[in-house]
Structures are given as C-alpha cells and as structure tokens.
C-alpha cells in the first residue's frame, strides 16, 4: 500500500470515527428509535371458524369479512414508529383444510399504485405488495411467507433462523386473487394447512405478521412494529394468531411428482446430435407435523437458469450460487457460518466466500467443474424432539474416469435461550471405487447466541480427515494410505442497530483442512475482520431527497500461520439512499495481495508472476429508482490492478414498460496495464436479459450473453407453462455460436421437460 494510501485511509478512518460519536445525537427525523419500536406491545389476532365456503375472487364480500378487521399498521420506513400513511384492515378465518387471510389496503391514490411483476416468486422491492408471515412452530425463528401485490402475483418463501437464510425457491401449493378498487386493493389468500409444516405442541397459537409496502412513498409498514434495521422475517418481534383448532392444524401430505424429458443436444464443433429420453420421480412425505421427507431418482435441472459470465481479475475462482430447487428447499437447515447484515436494502453482503462449509452445489460437480449424473438422494428435513433436523444422501455416477460418489449430511440444531441455538454437523464424500481409500469427511459444532441490546455471538469449529487417491495407481494400495487431517475455527460479535452497527471477527484455517461439500478460497490462514458503520438521518438532507447517509468502513486482513502476511483490504466509503429507492456509493479500497505461484488473469498475457503487489481502487456504484419504467445501475472503478493500472465499467440499463414485460441491456468493461511485458488487456462483456409474463403461469425468460475477447456468443431461452400446482412444462433452447465466422458448427440443446404433481 502506498503512503498517500495510507494517508488517505487514516484520514477516513479518523472522520468514520469522529461520526460515531458525533452523530449519534443527530439522528433527527425519526421520531422513535429502534428500541421504543421494538418494545411496543405485540399485537393479537384471532382466526375464527367458518361453515360457508369462501369464493376466492378477491372481492370481500362474504360474512366472514364483514366484521372489523385488525389493522392499525406502523411505519417502519420512512418514518419509524409512525402510523402507516394509508389505511390496511386484516381478517382470518379457517376451515377443516385451510387459512383464509383477507385484506382490504385502501389508497386516497389508487391510480399510482405500482405494479412491476405478476411472475411467481416476484420481488416486492420494485412495488406495491401485502405479506403475512406464519410462525407455525411458535418459536420466534421459523415460518413461511406469502406475499402478493395488487396484480395478484403470488411469491412464498422459507424463513430459518429469523432470515438468516431466506429460501425464495420454497414452493406450496396456495392460492390468491386480487381486486383493485376505487378506495384501493383487495386481498383473499388461501392457505392448505397441510402444505406447511407446524409444531405439535403449539396449542393453536402461531406467530404471526403483516407487511405493507407502499411504493410511491418507499414506505414499510408492520401490523407487529418492527425497527427499520429488520424486516419481516424478524419472528421474535411477531404478534400472536389464536383461534386455531389442534386437531386442524398442520397435516401429513404425499407428493409425487414424476417427470419425462427429451433433449437433442450438439456440442459445439460437434457434427451431429445426440438425443435422449428419460424419466425421473420426486417425492415429498411429510412423515410428521414437523418433519418431511424428499426422494428423488434420476433428478434433472435442465431447466435452471444458465449462470451470467463475469470479468475475474482475482487469483481464486468465482463464487456461482446454487440454483437448483431440489437444493434450495430447506437449505436453512444445512447452513453453517455467519449471518448476512440484516437490512432491508439490496446490497445485502453475499456469502462468505472464505468458506461456506456446505455449498450443495459441489455435488453433481468434479473438481475440474464437470457435471456428473445424479442417481438419487433423499433429504428429511424439519423439527423432532425439540431438534431442527436436517439429513441429505445423494450418490453420484461416473463421468470420464472419475468414479461416482456417495455424498451425506447430517444437521441438528437446538434452540436455547432468547432466539439463540446451538448445533452440530456431519459432512462425507465417499467414492464408490478405490475401495474406499478416496473419502473426505467434515464434523464439527456451531452456535449463535443472541444477546440484550441488539448484539449477537457466532462460532463455528469443524475438523476433516480425507485420504487420496494416487493418480498413478487407479487400484487401492494394499495398506491403507495416511489421512489428511486439517480444522478451521470462526467466531465473530455483532451489534446491528438502527443507528450503529459493527461486527469484528477471527478465523483460522489449517493448510490441510479439506472439505469436498464446501466452497473455500486459500487454506493455512488466518483472518481478522471488521465491518462497521453508523446511519444518520439528517432532515436538511432529506428535503433534498436523501433518506439516509452510511459512512462505513470494512477491514479484512489474512496472514499465514507463520504470521507473513498473504493480503489485505480496507474498503472505505459513503452511501446515500435516496427516498425514491436509489443510492449512491463512493469508495475507496486499498488492497494487498501477497502471490505464491503465477496464475493466469487473460489468457492472451503472460501470467502474474509471484510476489507482493498493493494497489488502491477507487469506486462509484449505484442505481436509480429501479420502480420506474426506465432505471440504471452502475459501477465504475479507476486505479490499481496487480501491478499496474485499470479502468472498469459495468452498466445496465432497464426498460419495463408493463408489469408483462422487462428487459435489461448491461455492459461491463474492463482495461487493464499491467507492469509487465506485453500485459495490456481489453475484456468486454455484453448481457441481455428479457422476461416476458403471458400470465401468472405462463413466461418466457431469455438470458444472451456476448463476449467479444473469446467470440463466443451464448442464449439460454426457457419457456415455462404451469399447467397445474407445482406441475411445469419447459422448453428450453441453449445456444453457443463461435464468431469469428471459422465454420464452427454452434452448440445447440432443445430440451423440454413434462412434470405432474399427484397429491393424496
């Protein structure tokens, strides 16, 4: 790091500092702070039994509506502990089989409220929206979300852990119309309880809440008050639903839902096409109130979404997230590590890619990122004995030589305390050759203890033992080879509030630890952290449409276990959020990067030679109003790179003119000089994205992605048609077309996948 970098990081250090103290007493505007918020009563709610069907039109018509709904809403954004601009009444009932919620969100402007989705599992972010959470455990930690807008799209998820980890590819088979109206929208939701899980011993009462998002305004507002630092997902500060029968609540269903597929598929460079058929089964029991068991055999996921392409100029491999359903459902369970800053904003921190001990994505992957076929697994997941339990077993086939694998997980979590738990975990990879001389297995214990004043504790501690194969010697040796045996060790303290948050940490990691279940970066290391900032809102600042400033800074440091240094990195900046949902970002990022061997940035240089390189990039980021019919986000970065300089721009533009159809167009652009012979680069990366809604079950999303420096243009085109709950017909065409006008044959795949749910 350079001396003015230096400087310039102390400078900024000292001003982030002085705001801490200085600021605090300055948070003028909001008229009651988190804690008054948060100690307001938790309100109540009845649900009570109906005869008389109800006719799920969205018009509120029927007897059980005609009473006085709950309402009384409270602001959470922009003005915390103040009454909802508009008015919102709720009503529950129930049957022998399902929960009915109604709403009626009434709006002195009905003709501005904002529609932007009907697409299942849309984002509520970008428009006006009604959600209810269910904390059918009563625990304070779990539950499921339903969430529709005035269009009457409808969005479930899974919640663990009071959204530590938040499951939007969660699916349940419900149903819900809308009505807009001269006095606002109407809501009617029915909800199956057997599509959900529930406790045993919850005596007919749940958790529960409501959200209202008012777009125009940027407004949040909460039957169950909730500071502006939470969202809904924070179940520990949710009313109470009474009224519930016992003997109607939850319920064991069985699904079964099998699938048939045809692809013709031609590589790239390929003469002909290879076709296929071929079947597969899913099946989900709920084996108790609590618990429910998944099999499947002969799993396919052509239908996922492709991965969009990235500019690396980094020394590790990209972290791509897990897209497959079978994966994502009650993944919550499987997570072990910290917890992203819990915000309502989008620049939510991604996953901590120094190591997440389970990513599911490794399985159905070699180690050189080939796919391999998956045969079967079954997963049980839920809560016994007072456990969350969580149990995965898949095996794998062979691909090229590489033998297929066992896989397994084991997970318990135990809830103590005020919303804290503790846990334990069991990881192993097993080939099904080599007489069992090619294993890794990963064990160890996890706990997240919540604190009084907003402040919680994380740690984890894990161990692996693995033996190896020799690559010379494919038969097993006739004595057994020695095990590898490696740990890490994370812990970390947080506070997050309203005004202050701050987190700081220690990890360690052994050069030996080995996890095949994981995604990791470097081993044999240690890192401290900190993450820290303050969020004042000052009124002369939001007359000039700025709801919120945050200085903020983020210290990572690793060195080896020798105590060398391996890198550094110190990001340093101001972000506004502006009233109408947009923000600004001003950073600055003084890095250092020790290298132990070369590695290759572009393969059209030479590669970066080992040594130390410190450099410093400066920054600006941001997006507009991402509700409005045009909106931009973008990323500009001037400064250092490896050993020499960079310039790096990353736009996209996006273009919705109806709630039907939207489309995006971004560039990312990057010109490197490094210090070095014949080291200067041009990467460019051209994305289009489009997604067009024929209803709320019908779409078409297209993703074309061009990248110049290689020639390559690639399309994945998905048609989806569900033609009945949780039962998709797909058709998707991938397309990968070299250029360069040489005569290469493109890769083609036409690919279409028939699915049916039975339910009994």
């Known amino acids: 790091m350079t001396v003015a970098s230096r400087a310039h990081s102390g400078r900024l250090i000292g001003l982030l500092l002085v705001s801490a103290t200085s600021l605090s007493a300055q948070d003028a505007g909001a008229p009651s702070g988190a804690a008054n918020t948060a100690s307001l009563p938790r309100p109540s709610i009845s649900a009570f039994p109906i005869t008389d069907a109800i006719r799920l039109d969205g018009v509120l018509d029927e007897a059980a509506w005609s009473g006085a709904g709950v309402g009384d809403f409270v602001q959470a954004e922009p003005r915390e502990g103040q009454p909802a601009t508009e008015r919102t009444e709720v009503w529950l009932a129930y049957d022998e089989s399902n929960l009915y919620v109604a709403a009626r969100l009434y709006d002195s402007e009905p003709d501005r409220l904002v529609v ?40 479930d998820r ?4 009071e959204g530590r980890e938040v499951n939007a590819s969660w699916d349940a088979i419900w149903r819900v119309e809308t009505r807009r109206t001269s006095e606002g929208w109407t809501v009617e939701m029915e909800i199956p309880f057997r599509a959900i899980r529930s406790g045993p011993n919850t005596n007919g009462v749940w958790g529960i809440n409501f959200s209202r998002r008012i777009r125009r305004n940027n407004e949040i507002a909460f ?31 069985l699904r079964i839902t099998p699938y048939a597929l045809a692809n013709t598929v031609r590589g790239t460079g ?14 989900k029991w709920g084996v108790t109130r609590g618990l429910a068991l998944d099999l499947t055999v002969n799993p396919d996921f052509a239908q996922v979404e492709a991965d969009q392409q990235r500019v690396n100029l980094t020394q590790f491999s990209l972290f791509f997230p897990e897209k497959r359903e079978f994966f994502l459902e009650n993944s919550g369970l499987f997570f072990v590590g910290d917890a992203a800053r819990n915000t309502r904003t989008n620049l939510q921190p991604s996953a901590d890619e120094d190591l997440l001990p389970f990513f599911s994505r490794r399985i159905g992957l070699t180690s050189d990122g080939r796919t391999t076929p998956i045969r079967g697994g079954a997963r049980l997941t839920g809560t016994a004995g007072g456990f969350q339990v969580g149990a995965l077993a898949m095996r794998t086939g062979d691909v090229e030589g590489v033998p297929g ?11 103590i305390f005020r919303s804290s738990d503790i846990g334990g975990i069991f990881m192993m990879r097993r080939a099904t050759q080599g007489g069992g001389q090619d294993f890794n297995r990963v064990f160890g214990a996890d706990a997240y203890i919540r604190f009084p004043e ?12 693995a033996q190896r194969p020799e ?17 890490t060790f994370r812990t970390s303290l947080n506070r997050e509030g309203n005004f202050h948050h701050i987190k700081f940490g220690f990890m360690e990691m052994s050069p030996d630890f080995e996890d095949d279940l994981g995604f990791f970066r470097r081993t044999g290391f240690r890192k401290y952290f900190i993450d820290w900032g303050v969020r004042p809102r000052f009124e002369f600042l939001r007359r000039l449409g700025v709801r919120e400033t945050h200085p903020h800074i983020v210290w990572n440091y690793y060195d080896d276990l020798d105590n060398r240094i391996l890198a550094k990195r110190l990001h340093t900046g ?27 940035i572009d393969s059209r240089i030479d590669p970066i030679p080992s040594g130390s390189y410190g450099w410093t990039e400066w920054a600006l980021t941001g997006s507009t109003d991402a509700s409005r019919m045009f909106s931009l986000t973008w990323r500009g970065v001037l400064g250092g790179l490896w050993s020499g300089t960079q310039k790096t721009a990353a736009v996209t533009v996006n273009f919705k003119p109806s709630y039907a159809f939207r489309t995006s167009i971004g560039l990312q652009r990057t010109d490197a000089n490094l210090d070095q012979p014949d080291a200067s680069f041009s990467r460019t990366l051209w994305t289009t994205r489009t997604n067009y809604s024929i209803n709320r079950d019908m779409f078409v999303d297209a993703l074309i992605q061009f990248d110049p420096a290689r020639n390559l243009f690639n399309s994945n085109i998905r048609f989806n048609l569900i033609h009945a709950p949780l039962s998709d017909l797909f058709i998707v065409w991938n397309e990968q077309r070299v250029t360069m006008g040489d005569g290469t044959p493109p890769g083609r795949s036409l690919t279409i996948k028939l699915t049916r749910m039975l339910s009994f």
């Open 574 to 600: 101001i972000t506004f959020f502006f009233d109408n949902g947009g923000n600004i970002q001003i950073q600055a990022d003084p890095t250092f990067e020790r290298i132990d061997r070369p590695f290759t």
């Open 270 to 283: 390929a003469d002909v096409f290879d076709e296929d058929v071929q079947g597969g089964v899913d099946i």
């Open 116 to 155: 932007n989705d009907i697409r299942k599992d849309f984002s509520e972010f970008t428009q006006d929206a009604f959600a209810v959470i269910l904390d059918t455990f009563h625990d304070g930690r779990n539950g499921y979300v339903f969430i529709t807008n005035p269009a009457g799209a409808r969005g």
């Open 454 to 465: 907003e402040i919680d504790w994380s740690v984890y501690y894990l161990r692996s033992d």
């Open 405 to 415: 694998s066992d896989w397994g997980v084991l997970r318990t979590r135990k809830n």
């Open 471 to 487: 690559e010379s010697d494919p038969e097993p040796p006739a004595s057994p080879r020695e095990e590898i045996n490696g740990y």
């Open 158 to 161: 899974q919640i663990a852990n």
């Open 223 to 253: 039957w169950a008050p909730i500071p502006r630092a939470y969202a809904l997902t924070r179940l520990s500060l949710a009313g109470t639903l009474t009224g519930l029968p016992t003997g109607a609540v939850g319920g064991r269903d």
